[in-house]
């Protein structure tokens, strides 16, 4: 105790406790003034962040400008999937017009029914001469009728379809190389529709028509799917409407339109390649039995003769014929890939 009293008599013990006192009193300060400057710290952090993602009315209008002309390009690409929705269900067979113009023929419908007519004749007076007997005479008549034109049609259309497949491409790449030279969209096309190949080169001419006769392009590049129902043209008919109204650079978009074209040539001609061999095996085994039956008429023509000289023959005929070619589409349905 005595120690205890002799240490705060003496000087040091003045000095310590002075020293108590002030890291009290530094404390208890920096206690009540601690929140005052963590809040002003706060502010000035938020005033920062918002000068720092303040953004000057140029590029707020360059921002809003972008922003809309998304929703437009979306706004569009939703009512072109309604549209075609729409006309997928409610569309029927394509109309006789838009039919025989397909196939690049300009046959009118009296025309094309005399033909038909024509051609039935013929199968049935070739029939008659061969020796065969009414009803199966009649038959061919039928088909030649109703099904020999209608082939013949289908096959020109296919054909056109094909080479307007081959030569687009190229047609789109002539219209990009003129926009980025600077001349105008229309100009473009007709360059297009003189330089390129036909069928291409009459589909836009056909449009260049359109466009003379006071349509705008977007309207008129419309009508080349209807003439050509493909994706390929589709998809022109799409670039072009966004680009009219909602901007943006064409010579990009259709520059990628291209090269899109391209690709899908290229798969197709890769899925014809793998292909072949299938369609190869289903054209050995579908004409497996015709070749079988002609082998038996060289070697015993009384043996087969019976499949045609009686009527359970014909019935047998009939209805192996039936089945082959029900065996047939099945094989070209499992074969035919599609991009």
Not at 4 to 28: E, K, N, Q, R
Not at 196 to 215: H, I, R
Not at 249 to 268: F, G, I, Y
Not at 269 to 290: H, T, W, Y
């Amino acid at each position: 105790m005595a120690n205890l009293d002799s240490f705060l008599a003496s000087p040091l013990a003045d000095y310590l406790i002075t020293a108590l006192i002030m890291i009290s009193v530094v404390g208890v300060t920096f206690t009540l003034l601690a929140p005052l400057f963590a809040r002003d710290k706060l502010g000035k952090r938020k005033e920062g962040l918002v000068q720092k993602n303040a953004v000057s009315p140029t590029g707020r209008s360059q921002k809003l400008d972008v922003t809309a002309r998304r929703k437009t390009v979306q706004d569009q690409l939703n009512a072109m999937e309604a549209a075609q929705a729409a006309k997928k269900k409610n569309a029927d067979k394509p109309i006789f017009a838009d039919w025989i113009g397909q196939a690049g023929l300009t046959w009118s419908k009296p025309k094309f029914y005399i033909i038909s007519f024509c051609c039935g004749v013929v199968v049935f007076a070739i029939s008659l001469l061969s020796g065969q007997s009414l009803l199966i005479s009649a038959g061919l008549f039928f088909v030649g009728t109703f099904g020999l034109p209608r082939l013949y049609v289908s096959r020109r259309r296919k054909k056109r379809f094909n080479k307007f497949l081959d030569e687009f491409p190229n047609a789109v790449d002539i219209i990009v190389r003129g926009i980025k030279s600077g001349m105008p969209l229309g100009d473009c096309i007709q360059i297009a529709a003189s330089e390129a190949k036909d069928p291409v080169g009459t589909e836009f001419s056909l449009v260049l028509d359109k466009m003379q006769m006071g349509l705008p392009l977007a309207e008129a590049i419309q009508n080349m799917p209807k003439r050509v129902p493909l994706q390929e043209t589709n998809f022109l008919a799409i670039v072009i409407m966004i680009q009219a109204q909602a901007g943006g650079s064409l010579s990009d978009a259709l520059n990628n339109l291209s090269k899109t074209l391209r690709q899908r040539k290229e798969m197709k001609g890769k899925i014809r390649a793998v292909s072949q061999e299938a369609k190869s095996s289903a054209a050995i085994i579908g004409s497996l039995p015709f070749v079988v039956s002609l082998m038996l008429y060289a070697i015993a023509p009384d043996y087969i003769s019976l499949l045609v000289e009686t009527d359970t023959g014909l019935v047998l005929i009939g209805i192996g014929l039936f089945w082959m070619s029900l065996g047939i589409l099945v094989m070209r349905k499992m074969i035919d890939f599609k991009i």
